[in-house]
Structures are given as C-alpha cells and as structure tokens.
C-alpha cells in the first residue's frame, strides 16, 4: 500500500464501526432488544391451590394443578427444555408449588443443586410478594458459547409450601422483558381464605373481569382461560373453572342479517333440547337453548344479535351443584356489555 495515499476520515470511521460490528457479532454478544411494556394482562388463577398472577394476553401457556408456565411464543417452551436446540430464543413466566414439611431447607437444595449443575448464582435479596416474605436469587446459565439464559427466581415460604417464581429468557430478552416480569409479580396474590365447607371447585363468589374488543363481562376469579382456536369468528373467549367441564364461553360472528330469533332458529335444531327460552342480555333480547351436553353436565346457549353480529354465550355446569352453578353464572350473564 503507498503510505502518500490518504483515505478520507469518513471511510476510515466507517470502517471502524463496521469492524466493531463484526466484532461484536463475532463474539457471540447479545443483541439490543426494545424494552417491552406489559401491554394487556389475563389473570390466570390455580385451580386448587387458588394464588392469581397476570402474565400478557395472548402467550401460550402449559398448566396442571400446581404447575403454571406462560411463553411469550409457540416453540419456546422446548427451548427451555433444549436450549441447544433448533428453537427460537425467547421468555417464561413460571409458578410451581412445593409441597414440603421443610421450605427453606428445599429452597437451599434447590439452588445448591442449580450451583452444582454450573449455573452463576447472585447474592440472594430479600424481596415483599402479595404481603408475604421471600428471597429473589437472580441467575446466569451458559449453555454453550452462544447460548445464555438469565433469570430470577423468587421463593416464598407459606406455611408446608414453597412457591417458586420464575422469569427467564434468552439471548437479551431477560433484560428486555423486565417490566412484563415486574408487572406480572406484583400481581401475584395468595389464596384467600376458602368458605369453610363449600367445595372448592364450585365457581367463585369473587368475580374478576374480561374487557374483551367486542364484549366485556364478569367471571369468577377461580375460571382460568384456556387460548381457545378463534377459527372463523370474530372474537371467542373460553374459561374453564376447577372441574375442566364447567365452563363460560363466547363466540361472536357474522349475524349475515338474521335477528336474534332467527339466528336462534337455525341453531336449535342441532340440540335435543330439554327446554327453550327468552332472556335479556345487555339490555337487549336473547334466546336461550338447554340440553345435556354429556351425562353429568347441563348446557345452556345465549344467543343475542348487535350491529349484525350474533353473541352466542354458553355455559356448562355440573348436574348435580346446578342450582350452585347458576347462582353464579345468572351474575355473569348481567353483568355481560356488548359494544
């Protein structure tokens, strides 16, 4: 090269920062991700041990009685579970309940055994969750030289349990997703004190709210969403309380200029109906359909048109608690808006 020939300033500090690009890329840093803001929230309550927390509408979700874990997107879930594996980066929100005689004795094990398997473990820091004490120990896993996850879990003592909070990501989104986690853990709420001999599967007293885009209305706070299929429809929200076949659903569609009536009239014919009736629903007129939807469980359907689309409400409720059941769902049913 002739060391007379002067390149301009300009080209040499674009080299630069295209050197330090690479360089940085070469070197398996983590990417600058957007801080994420929590956006619309559903509760999602356990079914037996009865804590709430919110994570963000429209996450995937695997749940069992004791065991709840939110996704932020499909497939991630396996990445947890295979971070060297062929599966998109992102982030969990995660509740597991430990049964244990001993809570602070298996929250030392646990994270004795997360040292032992080579994970980086903070300084553990006192932390307030739902009016109770615990400890947040954040953490670092390196599971190769370009994979890293980090997170925090968070272990409360409660009498012969320990709740154990997780938020975790991967490559940056920890970081980016923290006002999501922050939000979703202040949200946490213990069980309240049961009614002492109802049973616990029967709907809530307690109600909760969906604020939906074409409908809102009251639930009881111990029904949990279940990320039903839209399909054609033009919104569908399902819940599902402590027995998985008692549940409060709507699906509204295309009226295609049929009233209420005849919306109804097509639909009746489908379901032997052990009887038939009239309701009002937001103020406006609904007909109703009821029949046995298997041996044990009763089903009713609303059906009510607005602006050309039909509202069909369904309800199904254990056979045997029927007047339990309806109680509270005749509160459901009032306090339904359409808009």
């Given at each position: 090269m002739n060391a007379n020939v002067r390149i301009p300033a300009g080209i040499i500090i674009l080299f630069m920062c295209v050197i330090a690009v690479l360089g940085i890329a070469g070197c398996g840093g983590e990417r600058q991700i957007e801080p994420v803001k929590p956006g619309e929230m559903e509760t999602y309550r356990d079914p037996v041990y009865g804590y709430t927390l919110q994570y963000p509408k429209g996450w995937t979700q695997s749940t069992q009685?004791?065991?709840a874990s939110f996704f932020n997107a499909q497939e991630v879930d396996k990445k947890f579970?295979?971070?060297?594996?062929?599966?998109?980066?992102?982030?969990?929100i995660a509740v597991e309940i430990i049964s244990?005689?001993?809570?602070?004795q298996e929250r030392t094990r646990i994270l004795d055994e997360m040292t032992k398997n080579g994970f980086v473990l903070a300084k553990p820091e006192p932390v307030s969750v739902g009016g109770k004490q615990g400890q947040r120990v954040a953490y670092t896993g390196q599971w190769s030289k370009s994979t890293k996850e980090a997170g925090q879990y968070i272990y409360i003592p409660s009498d012969t349990l320990l709740y154990d909070i997780r938020f975790a990501g991967?490559?940056?989104m920890y970081e980016a997703y923290k006002q999501v986690f922050d939000a979703s853990l202040a949200s946490f709420q213990f069980p309240k004190a049961a009614v002492p001999g109802r049973d616990p599967t029967l709907p809530s007293e307690t109600m909760a709210e969906y604020n939906g885009k074409l409908f809102s209305f009251q639930?009881?706070?111990?029904?949990?969403s279940t990320n039903a299929p839209k399909g054609n429809n033009e919104e569908v929200?399902?819940?599902?309380?402590?027995?998985?076949?008692?549940?409060i659903r709507f699906d509204v569609f295309g009226a295609k200029g049929l009233t209420a009536e005849k919306a109804f009239d097509q639909n009746k014919g489908k379901y032997r109906a052990s009887s038939t009736g009239k309701a009002t629903v937001a103020g406006l007129p609904a007909y109703t359909l009821t029949y046995a939807a298997s041996r044990d469980v009763d089903r009713r359907f609303y059906f009510v048109v607005k602006n050309d689309k039909v509202y069909r409400i369904t309800l199904d409720w254990f056979r045997?608690?029927?007047?339990?059941?309806?109680?509270?769902y005749e509160r459901v049913i009032a306090s339904v808006k359409i808009k």
């Open positions: 009685v004791g065991r579970l295979d971070p060297n594996g062929p599966f998109p980066d992102g982030v969990v244990t005689k001993t809570p602070d991967f490559a940056g639930y009881p706070e111990n029904y949990n929200y399902e819940l599902r309380g402590g027995r998985q076949d008692c549940s045997p608690q029927r007047d339990d059941y309806l109680a509270i």
